[in-house]
């Protein structure tokens, strides 16, 4: 069977994968844009600040052409499933950017730097918003008017490619809540079977519990009041709750890493609020579930940050409800390498 090659942009990393369909290659890009970035191929790390375009760039620098290559797209409007990626597919993803303004555009560039770097291959259009299709409409439709709701304002749901990677590696642990933690961080209850029953990101991955640099919810109500008493902008506050929210927002440094490192308040307050907003988060989808049986930590924080992780599950009481708790590294790129080589080999 070919080479496949999965590129996952996250808010913060690139990650990509070459399998045949063994892994033959791992790259990684973390803090891409930073001054601090870095490099990893296979166990190989090196310093790296360049910008997106550059990450793919450099990701073909290490690769033989693939046939296929998959890309995650954070969202993919009401897709129940990955595509096969042409020009009409092009033009419907970037109408989807006002929903994703944080990954459209850099699934996008991916795209656009990976079709130059191999014009033979087929391109396929992973989407994080897929699993979640199948939420139940109670999940779905917000509390707004029917009219808005028929307007498409509804709960999409992130990091599906994430949760269907942790139940392709524990398919067997009952009915689970999945809290994904990484630049952007979610929560989704995912039934016995495989079904979401509820998750925390809802029409933009802006929403539900705060991440890196997003606020998460907030009172809709602060909306207006910045609009009207501080003379704010649309563009205005999608900056603010997109770039200057979550742990950035409240001690102007995004990365869990810096802040566990750091001894000051804000830093201090900083991952207070954030594993108050992981519990509260956990606990109010764990009660969507009818047996919970498992909470799962994926993503970069959920994976490394043992410290934050006894935070959270302290607030929570799992062994009187019998609940096990596992840490499922996310493998996003498997599970694109599965839907590309059904789709383009
Ligand atoms: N060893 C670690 N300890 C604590 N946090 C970590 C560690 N490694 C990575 N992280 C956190 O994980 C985040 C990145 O998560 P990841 O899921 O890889 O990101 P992305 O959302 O870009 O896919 C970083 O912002 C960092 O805060
Ligand atoms: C959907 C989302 O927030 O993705 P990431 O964690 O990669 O930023
Ligand atoms: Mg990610």
Not at 325 to 343: P, Y
């Amino acid at each position: 069977m070919g080479l496949i090659l999965s590129l996952n942009p996250g808010s913060s990393s690139l990650k990509a994968a070459l399998r045949a369909p063994d892994l033959v290659r791992s790259v990684r890009v973390e803090r891409v844009g930073d001054p601090e970035g870095t490099l990893r191929v296979d166990g190989d790390t090196r310093p790296f600040s360049g910008d997106l375009g550059a990450a793919v760039d450099a990701v073909a620098g290490v690769c033989a052409a693939p046939e296929a290559v998959a890309i995650r797209v954070v969202h993919g409007g009401d897709r129940p499933g990955p595509a096969l990626w042409d020009d009409a597919l092009t033009h419907e993803l970037r109408a989807l950017v006002p929903l994703a303004p944080l990954h459209q555009p850099g699934s996008l560039e991916t795209y656009e730097h990976a079709r130059r770097a191999w014009p033979d291959a087929r391109f396929v259009a992973c989407f994080d918003t897929a699993f979640h299709q199948a939420l139940p409409e109670a999940s779905t439709r917000l509390p707004i008017p029917a009219d808005l709701a028929a307007l498409g304002v509804r709960r999409y749901g992130f990091h599906g490619l994430s949760v269907e990677s942790v139940l392709l590696r524990r398919p067997d642990l009952g009915d689970t809540v999945v809290a994904h933690l990484g630049s952007g961080c979610s929560v989704t209850a995912v039934a016995a079977d495989h079904t979401p029953r509820h998750t925390t990101m809802s029409f933009t991955p802006t929403g539900g519990m705060m991440s890196a640099t997003r606020s998460g919810d907030v009172d809709p109500a602060i909306l207006p009041y910045l609009i009207e008493r501080h003379g704010m902008t649309a563009s205005g506050l999608r900056d603010l709750f997109d770039h200057h929210g979550g742990l950035a927002g409240i001690s102007g440094r995004h990365d869990v890493r810096d802040l566990l490192d750091a001894d000051d308040e804000a830093a201090r307050l900083a991952l207070e609020v954030f594993v108050r907003s992981a519990a509260m988060a956990i606990a109010s989808c764990a009660t969507t579930l009818d047996d919970w049986r498992a909470l799962v930590f994926t993503g970069g924080i959920g994976e490394h940050a043992a410290g934050l992780r006894d935070r959270i599950t302290c607030r929570l009481p799992l062994p009187r409800l019998g609940v096990a708790v596992h840490v499922v590294e996310s493998d996003e790129e498997l599970v694109m390498d599965h839907q590309a080589r059904l789709l383009a080999t």
